[in-house]
């Protein structure tokens, strides 16, 4: 036995590979199941494309008139909700609730910049303030809204003066200070944190559909050229929500159809034909796998030749999401069949040789 277990080993290996192999069925289920991941990820790219089309057409100017009257209106209902309830506690340092609620958010304002050797580049100043990142911004924008500050994305901070008009930049001060003041305006009226925070929440309302948008969430503290590329190129904030929510449906879609496609395919088990249920699901993993790949693979190639021709946003086609379950598939699906196939091979070579009688020859203990 010990001379031919190599050869043993080999054959039960071979005939592991026979009972797991594809058969014409299987090749039939594998054909579909590489067709509907192809046809996911081609129609999630056009649905794609509609989507970016309509937010784009959708996007108004900074000060469309629409955007203003949805601020009054939205001012003037937070006033009609609290006035005559809330006392307006008047301050030498600090705004009062209403005076919040209506005037514009401090980390807008650029006059005086240059004086600090600042380039707030006018209508990318958007970039360059924490007060606009979508989510720093509700904590530096209502520190800087509370304090009358503006907090940068170096995290510079310069107290923003209401007089004499136009605001503008008064001195430079930290971040540090910049909370101080807020948490001693918030202690002369609690009631300025609300206010402060509806202000915050309006100004992301009215920014969020702009042609700028707002910028992507705190990249700009630790890459600001990167994001200012990206911002630049008009990729903001509800760009990247896009991506993040299709690349998630491109997941999605194609967990669903692996399912769909091993449900089905495991109703055609036949026990007589195979030693357990698992070579049989080594069969099912293995279609999977394979089509799983198969469409990443076009995929890649797909996008790889329309970016090689001169396509630049070929790049926006890529199926991370279905990338994403392939590589899964690939690790998972792979532990699976080896774990069935040692099992099979090692039981199968166990088997043999309990089965075998074993020649041993009597020792006597006392020679």
């Known amino acids: 036995m010990a001379h031919h277990s190599g050869e043993i080993l080999k054959n039960l290996d071979k005939e592991f590979e026979s009972q797991t192999g594809l058969n014409k069925v299987d090749v039939k289920f594998l054909l579909f199941a590489t067709a509907l991941q192809l046809g996911r990820w081609v ?62 958010v401090p980390y807008d304002v650029s006059v005086g910049s240059p004086r600090f050797g600042v380039n707030m580049e006018a209508g990318y100043h958007r970039i360059h303030t924490l007060g606009h990142d979508p989510l720093l911004g509700w904590l530096f924008g209502t520190m800087n809204i509370l304090s009358e500050t503006i907090t940068l994305d170096d995290f510079r901070t310069y107290k923003v003066a209401n007089q004499p008009k ?144 001169g396509n630049e946003m070929a790049w926006k086609d890529m199926d991370i999401g279905g990338l994403i379950v392939t590589m899964h598939r690939l690790v998972n699906d792979t532990k699976f069949i080896q774990s069935i196939k040692e099992e099979f091979v090692l039981g199968g070579f166990k088997k043999m040789i309990r089965g075998k009688d074993l020649q041993l020859s009597e020792v006597d203990l006392w020679d």
Not at 46 to 72: A, C, G, H, P
């Open 166 to 309: 136009p605001k503008h930049w008064e001195y430079q001060t930290n971040v540090l200070e910049g909370f101080r003041m807020a948490l001693e305006s918030i202690k002369e009226d609690e009631k300025r944190l609300p206010a402060a925070v509806f202000a915050q929440a309006l100004h992301f309302k009215s920014d969020a559909y702009t042609k700028n948008g707002l910028p992507v969430p705190v990249l700009e503290t630790f890459a600001p050229d990167l994001a200012g590329k990206l911002y630049k190129n008009n990729y903001d904030s509800l760009c990247m929500m896009k991506d993040i929510v299709g690349i998630g449906i491109q997941a999605v879609g194609s967990i669903l159809i692996n399912m769909v496609i091993s449900l089905v395919h495991g109703l055609y088990y036949e026990p007589e034909q195979y030693s357990s249920r698992d070579e049989y699901e080594v069969k099912t993993r293995k279609i999977l796998m394979y089509s799983n790949m198969i469409s990443t693979a076009s995929n890649v190639i797909w996008v790889g030749g329309n970016t090689l021709v």
């Open 43 to 104: 129609v999630i790219n056009k649905v794609n494309q509609y989507v970016t089309t309509q937010i784009d057409n959708s996007r108004l100017k900074d000060n469309d008139s629409s955007i203003k009257k949805m601020e009054r209106k939205a001012r003037d209902k937070y006033k009609e909700k609290h006035d005559g309830k809330w006392a307006h506690n008047k301050s030498e340092k600090y705004p009062t609730w209403l005076e919040i609620v209506y005037d514009g």
